[in-house]
């Protein structure tokens, strides 16, 4: 017989499975591992615990397969701006309503925006928010009515002369 | 060696990425054995084994929840535990000394051994514990990237398409290390035979 064949080769290293470790210690692994790890814990400083909690919490999100969605949260991202921008500008749709229930009094509303000098922005308060009715005149007040403090938009040839 | 049923092990890390730490403990429970045999069969000494062992667990139970299931659990901590062997091999260097686990009484029932004993003089002439020395050493003279290869084929009994799984390698590969392995296992082991008690 001149050297070990590979059959006796491969029936040599499997002999190498009875080497096995001390009654017990498979039991223990557990035990020790358990162990080692709150070890760890205790040794690590505060900083790398919280980045570990903060990373499995962005893990437990699933961050990532959000991001590789980015054209979705772009999109989503861009339709919440534009919804929010117009909820600012607009009036309540309460305003809206009132207007279109009092259709005599937002028409002439319009016609006195149609001729006023006074800037856009004074414009559209007049336009969505009805400051008078049709009986008042422009300088006079009730006694009833609260004092008012918007400009109006009314020809500047209405206004009183003054007298010294 | 059989492999495990990946459902059951679909479900462990499932739970252990949901919190659930002791879905985790079972993993451990259950592949700690087989394990245990790769990376002692790599480094021949039971201290290094059971440090090494827990660094992989540890290092598992870290990464488990990045874990998405491209391939099985057992590919994975196969993987983990190779590639962490390898790399505290390359620290080691040559300073090592044996330090072997016994082999239990249940080998004189084995029939392979049985028949190499029949068969086989040096075998039959040398005790066990110069039969296991000799065969460690044999191992040991191997590079790491070969033992690696004979201990998971020969020893833990995987296929060589599990193999190249585990080493990110082709299955030639596997092959060709498990061929050139073995023709130096034959001249190592060649003394023994010459002379089976030292």
């Known amino acids: 017989m001149d050297e070990f064949n590979e059959n006796e ?59 590789s969605y980015p054209a979705a949260i772009t999109a989503v991202l861009v339709c919440a701006a534009v919804i929010s921008l117009k909820i600012y500008q607009e009036p309540g749709t309460a305003n809206v309503a009132a207007l279109q229930s009092q259709p005599a009094l937002s028409t002439a509303v319009n016609a006195e925006g149609e001729w006023t000098l006074a800037s856009p922005v004074a414009t559209r308060i007049f336009r969505t928010q009805p400051l008078r009715n049709l009986n008042e005149s422009a300088h006079t007040h009730r006694a009833a009515t609260p004092p008012r403090y918007v400009l109006d938009s009314v020809p500047v040839s209405y206004e009183p002369t003054f007298r010294f | 060696m059989e492999k495990p049923k990946t459902d059951e092990d679909q479900q462990l890390v499932a739970r252990t990425q949901s919190g659930d730490a002791s879905a985790f403990d079972q993993l451990v429970v259950k592949y700690t054995p087989r394990l245990y045999g790769l990376v002692y069969n790599m480094t021949s000494n039971h201290e290094d084994t059971n440090d090494l062992l827990q660094d992989i667990f540890s290092k598992a ?69 110069e039969l296991q020395r000799r065969l460690n050493e044999a191992m040991m003279k191997l590079s790491d990237e070969h033992r690696a290869v004979v201990t998971m084929f020969h020893i833990q009994g995987m296929p060589h398409a599990e193999i190249s799984k585990i080493l990110r390698v082709s299955e030639g590969t596997v092959r060709s290390r498990l061929f050139y392995a073995n023709r130096q296992l034959q001249n190592y082991l060649d003394e023994f035979r010459k002379n089976p008690v030292g």
Request: with cysteine; hydrophobic share 40%.
């Open chain 2, 61 to 129: 139970y870290k990464a488990i929840r990045g874990f998405r299931g491209k391939s099985s659990f057992y590919t994975w901590i196969h993987s983990i535990a190779v590639n962490m062997t390898l790399n505290f091999l390359k620290k080691r260097g040559r300073r090592f000394h044996l330090s072997l686990d016994d082999v239990d009484a249940s080998i004189q029932n084995d029939k392979e051994f049985l028949e190499l004993t029949a068969t086989s003089s040096p075998v039959r002439e040398a005790d066990l514990s």
């Open chain 1, 9 to 67: 080769i491969a029936k040599l290293l499997r002999l190498k499975r009875h080497e096995q470790p001390p009654p017990g210690y498979f039991e223990n692994f557990l035990h020790e591992f358990h162990r080692r790890q709150r070890d760890e814990l205790l040794c690590e400083p505060l900083w790398r615990i919280l980045l570990e909690r903060a990373q499995d919490f962005m893990l437990r999100l699933n961050v990532r397969s959000l991001t």
